[in-house]
């Protein structure tokens, strides 16, 4: 399903055939280096850039007997170059050119993943301005709060998201690392010259030291951070869930001409989009959990690792890639309903006022403990009677004689407690 819906760009990042058009250029690289440093004859590179190819085809027919990729792999490319096939892959082992096309693999991905990331903070920013002023209840756990906008919302969430472009600009860094250092990383039979000239011309530093492979940290911390990024993307996703409910209604999923809800219940129009996307996050962190689990290898190297991330670094550059597509036409299609929003500020007869007239009785001398009590004493009256907490509060004479109307209208005025809004968006830079 995620296949039909991702980008082209992403998808072909994964294809066998990139791998393999990778893994080539990094074998006639390490040819040229080596032909630098007279070890293959100079008149041999030409051929060997001439005729080097290969096919997937013939790759997955040699495999099938031989069971291992990079020999059926060198085995295809050797029945097209000829006698100077012999000067390919001199003094590497399978890592080499594995794990250096893996980096460049999974660079390319973060990059691509960085774009579409990037492309969501815009969308972020243009609907935190339009509603700046949008004022909305805060909630915390699940209940009525204090006033706030919902563009105070977006704002935070464009700035999660510009921290997570932040956490994926070092994952990249991270994962940016090739090797060609041999069978167990001591350049035994490879100058570490040839390293560097490889890693240079795939955009790749050289690791500083390796084994037969790069490090599995760094594929862990690119996993770990897809996943916090997924985090993100679900966080915003639950918010909608919850903002769309029938009985909340502030927020929803655009729904289409011709779209259906239910195949039962013709009314229904459900966050089903955000629904996937907030499923697949789950996705995200058992990729980045499998990521951890493939640390921790034998000695020098194991291949434990290596069915595991044949799996989880396609699926989960792909999967995050479509989740931030999906994401973003969410965000610029919101449908949003200031009129519902205030009717559910108002909901509450007045209850998410009860720190303001705290705050005012033990400005004018009461002490805080008496203040909390009466405000409480009443706000419980209020739910359950259902009667407004002004009217409870002025009727007290313990309050009525430190408020007067004014200040009780500053108390229970929506405006007061947002008068900072502009001061955060400021300081946020919109």
Same mark, same amino acid.
């Given at each position: 399903m995620i296949a039909r819906y991702t980008r082209p760009a992403m998808g072909a990042v994964w294809t066998d055939e990139a791998k393999f058009r990778i893994w080539l250029d990094i074998e006639i690289a390490a040819c040229e280096a080596q032909a630098e440093l007279g070890i293959v004859p100079k008149e041999a590179l030409p051929v060997i850039r001439e005729r080097a190819a290969f096919t997937v085809?013939?790759?997955?027919?040699?495999?099938?007997?031989?069971?291992?990729d990079v020999i059926a792999f060198l085995t295809n490319v050797a029945e097209n170059v000829g006698e100077n096939s012999r000067y390919i892959h001199l003094g590497l082992t399978s890592s080499d050119i594995g794990d250096t096309a893996l980096s460049v693999q999974a660079?390319?991905?973060?990059?691509?993943?960085?774009?579409?990331?990037?492309g969501l903070v815009p969308v972020l920013e243009a609907r935190a301005r339009e509603h700046r002023h949008t004022p909305m209840i805060g909630r915390t756990h699940g209940i009525h709060a204090e006033p706030m906008t919902f563009g105070l919302k977006m704002l935070l969430w464009r700035e999660e998201v510009k921290r997570d472009l932040a956490r994926l600009d070092r *994952? !990249?860094?991270?994962?940016?690392?090739? =090797? #060609?250092?041999?069978?167990?990383?001591?350049?035994?039979?490879?100058?570490?010259?040839?390293?560097?000239?490889?890693?240079?011309?795939?955009?790749?530093?050289?690791a500083p030291i390796s084994t037969q492979i790069l490090q599995r940290d760094r594929h862990a911390e690119f996993l770990?951070?897809? *996943? !916090?990024?997924?985090?993100?993307?679900? =966080? #915003?996703?639950?918010?909608i869930r919850h903002l769309q409910k029938t009985e909340v209604l502030e927020a929803e999923e655009y729904f289409s001409p011709g779209q259906k809800g239910s195949s039962a219940m013709p009314h229904k129009r459900n966050p089903i989009t955000c629904e996937r996307v907030a499923g697949m996050a789950r996705l995200l962190r058992g990729y980045a959990m499998a990521g951890l689990e493939n640390q921790a290898l034998w000695h020098e190297r194991d291949i434990t690792h290596s069915s595991v991330e044949r799996v989880v670094l396609p699926d989960a550059t792909i999967a995050l890639d479509y989740m931030i597509a999906k994401m973003t036409g969410?965000?610029?299609?919101?449908?949003?309903?200031?009129?519902?929003?205030?009717?559910?500020?108002?909901?509450t007869h007045g209850l998410i006022f009860s720190q303001q007239v705290l705050l005012a009785l033990t400005k004018k001398g009461m002490l805080r403990e008496d203040a909390y009590r009466i405000v409480q004493d009443?706000?419980?009256?209020?739910?359950?009677?259902?009667?407004?907490?002004?009217?409870?509060?002025?009727?007290d004479p313990q309050v009525s004689a430190l408020l007067n109307r004014e200040e009780m209208d500053g108390c229970f005025n929506v405006l007061r407690g947002l008068k900072h809004v502009d001061t955060i968006f400021e300081r946020l830079g919109l």
């Amino acid at each position: 399903m995620i296949a039909r819906y991702t980008r082209p760009a992403m998808g072909a990042v994964w294809t066998d055939e990139a791998k393999f058009r990778i893994w080539l250029d990094i074998e006639i690289a390490a040819c040229e280096a080596q032909a630098e440093l007279g070890i293959v004859p100079k008149e041999a590179l030409p051929v060997i850039r001439e005729r080097a190819a290969f096919t997937v085809e013939r790759i997955n027919e040699l495999e099938a007997t031989l069971n291992h990729d990079v020999i059926a792999f060198l085995t295809n490319v050797a029945e097209n170059v000829g006698e100077n096939s012999r000067y390919i892959h001199l003094g590497l082992t399978s890592s080499d050119i594995g794990d250096t096309a893996l980096s460049v693999q999974a660079r390319r991905a973060g990059l691509l993943l960085r774009d579409a990331l990037a492309g969501l903070v815009p969308v972020l920013e243009a609907r935190a301005r339009e509603h700046r002023h949008t004022p909305m209840i805060g909630r915390t756990h699940g209940i009525h709060a204090e006033p706030m906008t919902f563009g105070l919302k977006m704002l935070l969430w464009r700035e999660e998201v510009k921290r997570d472009l932040a956490r994926l600009d070092r *994952a !990249i860094e991270t994962i940016s690392f090739g =090797k #060609i250092s041999g069978a167990v990383g001591t350049y035994a039979n490879i100058d570490p010259s040839v390293e560097r000239y490889v890693c240079e011309k795939m955009d790749l530093r050289p690791a500083p030291i390796s084994t037969q492979i790069l490090q599995r940290d760094r594929h862990a911390e690119f996993l770990a951070t897809i *996943a !916090i990024i997924g985090g993100t993307l679900e =966080k #915003i996703a639950t918010e909608i869930r919850h903002l769309q409910k029938t009985e909340v209604l502030e927020a929803e999923e655009y729904f289409s001409p011709g779209q259906k809800g239910s195949s039962a219940m013709p009314h229904k129009r459900n966050p089903i989009t955000c629904e996937r996307v907030a499923g697949m996050a789950r996705l995200l962190r058992g990729y980045a959990m499998a990521g951890l689990e493939n640390q921790a290898l034998w000695h020098e190297r194991d291949i434990t690792h290596s069915s595991v991330e044949r799996v989880v670094l396609p699926d989960a550059t792909i999967a995050l890639d479509y989740m931030i597509a999906k994401m973003t036409g969410i965000l610029e299609k919101l449908l949003v309903y200031p009129d519902n929003m205030l009717r559910n500020l108002n909901g509450t007869h007045g209850l998410i006022f009860s720190q303001q007239v705290l705050l005012a009785l033990t400005k004018k001398g009461m002490l805080r403990e008496d203040a909390y009590r009466i405000v409480q004493d009443a706000a419980m009256r209020v739910w359950r009677e259902k009667v407004e907490l002004r009217d409870l509060l002025e009727a007290d004479p313990q309050v009525s004689a430190l408020l007067n109307r004014e200040e009780m209208d500053g108390c229970f005025n929506v405006l007061r407690g947002l008068k900072h809004v502009d001061t955060i968006f400021e300081r946020l830079g919109l």
